[in-house]
């Protein structure tokens, strides 16, 4: 029930900075956490960052220091930030929402993921 759309992908250069963008719909209360994804080209999906519903926010660490994630939820809204882009950041980025379907004492839970289309991060001179 809940979808996810992203915007803000693109061409830049080294160094150079682009701002993400998933506005999520639907069952936004069942939401527990979302993320920000990536896939290069033979690689496995891999996490760049995820936010909870409270903001705190945790990094891959080859980004940590140069990306940013946050959560408007007002404007039902997630963006990721990034700045001084490398060539190895080209990737299709990808929304992510942990849509919980059980929770437990010890506050773990269980979830399935939801995904957003994905978009084309391109870093090149």
């Known amino acids: 029930q809940v979808q996810l759309e992203e915007s803000g992908g693109g061409l830049v250069q080294p160094g150079g900075s682009l701002r993400l963008s998933c506005a999520y719909s639907g069952a936004i209360s069942s939401i527990k956490k979302m993320g920000w994804f990536r896939q290069a080209p033979g690689e496995r999906r891999e996490l760049v960052a995820s936010i909870s519903g409270d903001g705190e926010a945790k990094y891959q660490g080859s980004v940590r220091g140069r990306f940013t994630v946050s959560r408007d939820n007002e404007e039902d809204r997630i963006y990721l930030q990034m700045n001084r882009l490398r060539p190895k950041d080209t990737a299709v980025y990808y929304c992510?929402?942990?849509?919980?379907?059980?929770?437990?004492?010890?506050?773990?839970?269980?979830?399935?993921?939801?995904w957003g289309q994905g978009l084309q991060v391109t870093v090149s001179s």
């Open positions: 992510e929402a942990d849509i919980v379907s059980r929770e437990y004492d010890d506050g773990t839970y269980s979830y399935r993921e939801i």
